[in-house]
């Protein structure tokens, strides 16, 4: 059964910096764009960032590009999403979630595996 394990959120003050990490397990993670999106209390889910499965390739939402970055362990079957420069508009449960499409993909319905979330809370 393929798991996706979120971990690293919290609380920090605006301007602080969080680094959240994805394991997944039961699948082969080396074949699959990972994502991360997150969704703010009364909101839709939004997409954040992703990173293609070959080539490494990286997409970011407007609102966070440059303060934000994906990375992926292949070896450790591991995404990762460091975020700097917090602001309070960042606060959402963060998902990270797993797709077997090519490049870049962006529309949640392009993913297939999701993990259970984890809290990321900004204060001002």
């Known amino acids: 059964q393929v798991q996706l394990v979120e971990s690293g959120g919290g609380l920090v003050q605006t301007g602080g910096s969080l680094r959240l990490s994805c394991a997944a397990s039961?699948?082969?993670?080396?074949?699959?764009?990972m994502g991360w999106f997150r969704q703010a209390p009364g909101k839709e889910r939004d997409f954040v960032a992703t990173?293609?499965?070959?080539?490494?390739?990286?997409y970011y939402a407007g609102s966070v590009k440059g303060r934000f970055t994906i990375s992926r362990d292949n070896a450790n079957n591991t995404v990762y999403l460091q975020m700097n420069s917090l602001k309070p508009e960042d606060t959402a449960v963060y998902y990270c979630?797993?797709?077997?499409?090519?490049?870049?993909?962006?529309?949640?319905?392009?993913?297939?595996?999701w993990g259970q979330g984890t809290q990321v809370t900004i204060s001002s």
């Open positions: 979630a797993a797709s077997r499409r090519i490049g870049v993909p962006k529309d949640q319905y392009d993913y297939i595996y």
């Open positions: 990173i293609a499965w070959l080539g490494g390739s990286t």
């Open positions: 039961e699948l082969t993670f080396s074949k699959y764009a």
